[in-house]
């Protein structure tokens, strides 16, 4: 069983920073892509960001120029450090991965529980 857990949420004033971190554990084989994922309350979840195990990345145009998606292969870890926060950046943000399990041949899309990020003065 391979499990993922978000940790660095909390509180910020407008303008200030977070970084975020996502560590999966279990019996991996490998790892495809990270994501991290949003979700407002009332609002359906979205993509913030993305990486390939090759590094390509993709940003969804609100947080382009603001938050930056890296990841660790060797730890499992992806991380979104995020800059110039704004209100409306507050949400509940998921990590996501595309993980091969040892013994298996098809990855599975896992989901990590979530951690809060407020962004209010």
Known sequence: QVQLVESGGGLVQPGGSLRLSCLASGRILSINTMGWYRQ?????????????????????????????ISRDN???????????LKPEDTAVYYCNMDVRPRGWFVSNSTWGQGTQVTVSS
């Open 40 to 68: 407002a309350p009332g609002n359906q979840r979205e993509l913030v960001a993305g990486i390939t195990s090759g590094g390509s990345t993709n940003y969804a145009d609100s947080v382009k120029g603001r938050f930056t």
């Open 74 to 84: 060797a730890k499992n870890t992806v991380y979104l450090q995020m800059n110039s």
